[in-house]
């Protein structure tokens, strides 16, 4: 079982390391790429701010096919087979031909590390500052690896250039609590008194409720909102965690480097969901990877054909992100006969089904 405990003080030692595969970034899209390589017989090295697990960034909702596909259903916590959209006049509700689930994060990425045998992997918390050739540069020193992968988040660490800072990145932005309680409906609010463009949910997870807004401007501050939809559901505003979403899918290869997750922009626009996809991105990154080391193809051909996947599907995340910049469009008094119309149960199975398939769980074991 690899170490997880995250050094401080004078336990962060410097280091001045060599390793065949160097990812950057220990949670979702980080640690699909490496486990793809767990029988490569390479030394891996992951590297991250905080332990595995330590930092939730999310409502940590999947497709439950996800976490059946990678064995990870021991981190599953409660499943939907419905989706409640809110709006100010009625609300609408929408029978899913698949099954939503929440997890628990800090199991999930556990499970996903414990895979890694610890004869070929190291995990290390170091902050990452910067990449030149095939170093990478932390707080703790350097790291000389062949193949470098970023998946440290919408920062892109490791692309040319200072990173475009809020509020002018295509970002959204979202923050959520998690209040004490239950619940048995996954739940989203299109209501303009919450945001002006974005949503609202309601996300049970067993013994907690994940209550959050979230907001397709960046400008637009979200903590009263979040607060005001927590105080409407008479749950307590406890428990804070937020992050910036980035809603625009970018290059996933750059200057030699793979770029999965957050980092390349693999989260879907409209709906914010970008767990599927960092894990289904991660895989694929972590396959091309496992050519190289086997020696079935040049790196040269592995930064190709992933830099080539990733875009292949640029074309149905900019239809989505068409969609999140028409939805604030619609007059409010037309949001709930639009929703409406649309909830025909045939509708929903086909427009579900198409969604799913943009990073559908029969990926993994392809």
């Not at 709006?87 to 895979?115: H, K, V």
């Not at 945001?195 to 807004?213: C, L, Q």
Request: charge should be positive.
């Amino acid at each position: 079982m690899p170490t997880r405990a995250t050094k401080r003080g004078g336990e962060r030692t410097p280091f001045d390391r060599d390793c065949d595969v160097l990812i950057c970034g220990a949670s979702f899209a980080g640690l699909a790429t490496a486990r793809q390589l767990a029988d490569s017989g390479a030394k891996v090295m992951v590297i991250d701010r905080y332990e595995i697990g330590e930092r939730q960034t999310s409502a940590c909702g999947i497709p439950t096919g996800w976490l059946a596909a990678l064995d990870l259903m021991g981190a599953h916590q409660q499943a939907f087979g419905g989706l409640v959209i809110h709006t100010p006049q009625r609300s609408i509700r929408y029978q899913l031909p698949w099954t939503f689930s929440t997890f628990d994060y800090r199991i999930l990425c556990g499970l996903l590390a414990d895979r890694l045998p610890p004869t070929h992997f190291e995990f290390e918390t170091a902050k990452v500052n910067s990449c030149s050739a095939d170093t990478v540069h932390t707080d703790r020193g350097d790291i000389r690896a062949p193949l470098i992968v970023d998946a440290l988040g919408w920062r892109r660490v490791l692309g040319s250039g200072e990173p475009i800072q809020p509020p002018d990145a295509l970002l959204s932005r979202g923050l959520e609590v998690h209040p004490r309680g239950s619940g048995d409906e996954l739940e989203i609010w299109i209501d303009r008194r919450y945001v002006p463009a974005g949503y609202g949910w309601s996300f049970p997870a067993e013994s907690e409720i994940r209550v959050g807004v979230g907001s397709f401007d960046p400008r637009f501050h979200v903590k009263d909102p979040t607060v005001q939809l927590a105080r409407d559901l008479d749950r307590d505003a406890v428990g804070y965690q937020g992050n910036w979403i980035p809603h625009r899918i970018r290059e996933a290869t750059e200057g030699g480097v793979f770029f999965t997750g957050d980092s390349a922009g693999h989260c879907l626009p409209l709906t914010a969901e970008g767990i599927r996809t960092a894990l289904y991105f991660g895989i694929a990154c972590g396959r091309e990877l496992a050519d190289v080391l086997s020696g079935r193809q040049s790196k040269a051909a592995a930064l190709a054909r992933y830099g080539a996947f990733s875009a292949a599907h640029r074309r149905r995340f900019e239809w989505l992100l068409r969609a999140q910049r028409l939805v604030p469009r619609i007059p409010p008094r037309l949001v709930a006969p639009a929703l409406q119309a649309l909830s025909d149960r045939r509708f929903v199975a086909w427009s579900f089904n198409h969604y799913l398939a943009i990073a559908h769980p029969s990926f993994a074991n392809r």
